[in-house]
């Protein structure tokens, strides 16, 4: 039974490797046709930092672009936006529209990828990609889970000593049991904040019904410099540097009689600002998942850019926190 088991498992992470790697667009063509431009137009270098963070970085991303809009016009915008997030190593799940197009904007973008999961020991542990899609298949449950963040900035300009970038950081929960707690999603830094950009976040989780409908339900928020609360989700500033606090809403179907069960298939949080740096900064992303009791969890970032995440009295949590990455 147990060799049946894990022959299953790795047939279904070969499944939703094989799921995340092969972007849906506009035909299998285009899709052959888009790799081939991307691999001889986009310069892709990658680099082993102090943190052990492994940042990928990729220019020329404008004219990759260009040479698609000017060849291959069946190919829509948000199509050949999706395809530079799953180029580009990241994950467009709950991610509204116009953020994806946002990647039509950048001619560089730089991402870190970290898969962590919190073992039947309670202890957080560094995943590789194939052994986080393997743990993804096991026949295991925790209170806890398994957790990809993707890192990432753009260098938007330089003037003087002073260099502009965009970062972002995404929070993917690849499986969890929800508990109905609350949860903290921040991406600190010791870079100046950019107050002429709009920061802004969002979270998305959605839900398919169990009791015979088999309807999807969302329950999208999000939030803005503008509008810092939406919901049950709300941006505050620990040290200038905007977090978002949410609850971890409970499994359920909007379509049915209450009670009816529902299985909870996508959970995301996103954060998004910008900063300057002088010389080199850093960036490091950090979730708070709490499991236990009536205590807050609050954040303290450091003077490196470490988010500090902690719970009050009577309550626990577990800190899911990506390796630093340094800009320059």
Not at 49 to 67: C, D, I, W
Not at 127 to 132: D, F, M, Q, T, V
Not at 223 to 247: E, G, I, K, R, W
């Amino acid at each position: 039974m147990t060799s049946k088991r894990t022959l299953m498992n790795l047939i279904l992470a070969l499944c939703l490797c094989f799921a995340l790697t092969t972007p849906a667009l506009a035909s299998e063509n285009a899709e052959i046709d888009l790799y081939e431009i991307a691999n001889s137009t986009v310069q892709v270098t990658e680099a082993v930092q102090e943190s052990g963070a492994v940042v990928t970085t990729f220019e020329n991303l404008n004219g990759f672009v260009e040479e698609v809009r000017n060849n291959h016009l069946e190919i829509s915008d948000i199509d050949l936006a999706k395809f530079i997030m799953e180029f580009t190593e990241q994950n467009s799940e709950g991610l509204p529209e116009n953020e994806i197009l946002d990647m039509l904007e950048y001619d560089n973008i730089s991402t870190s990828n970290v898969y962590l999961l919190v073992d039947e020991q309670g202890m957080v542990e560094e995943l590789s990609k194939e052994e986080a899609l393997i743990a993804m298949a096991a026949d295991w449950t925790s209170t806890d889970g398994v957790m990809q963040i993707t890192t990432s900035s753009t260098k938007t300009k330089t003037s003087g000593s002073q260099k502009y970038f965009t970062v972002w950081a995404h929070a993917t929960w690849l499986k969890i049991n929800v508990n109905k707690m609350s949860d903290v999603f921040v991406l600190g830094t010791n870079a100046f904040f950019n107050d002429a950009f709009t920061e802004q976040g969002n979270v998305n989780q959605t839900f398919v019904c169990q009791n015979g409908c088999s309807r999807q339900t969302t329950r999208y928020r999000s939030v803005n410099a503008n509008s810092t609360v939406d919901a049950d989700l709300v941006m505050n500033y620990d040290n200038f540097v905007p977090c978002l606090y949410f609850d971890n809403i409970d499994t359920r179907c909007d379509y049915c009689t209450s009670g009816s069960s529902a299985k909870c298939t996508s959970f995301s949080a996103y954060i998004k600002y910008g900063i300057i740096a002088e010389g080199t900064a850093n960036i490091q992303a950090a979730y708070g998942h709490k499991t236990f009791g009536f205590g807050n969890i609050s954040v303290a970032i450091s003077a490196t850019g470490l988010p500090v995440l902690s719970i009050g009295a009577g309550g626990s949590m577990k800190s899911y926190t990506a390796r630093a990455v340094t800009l320059s």
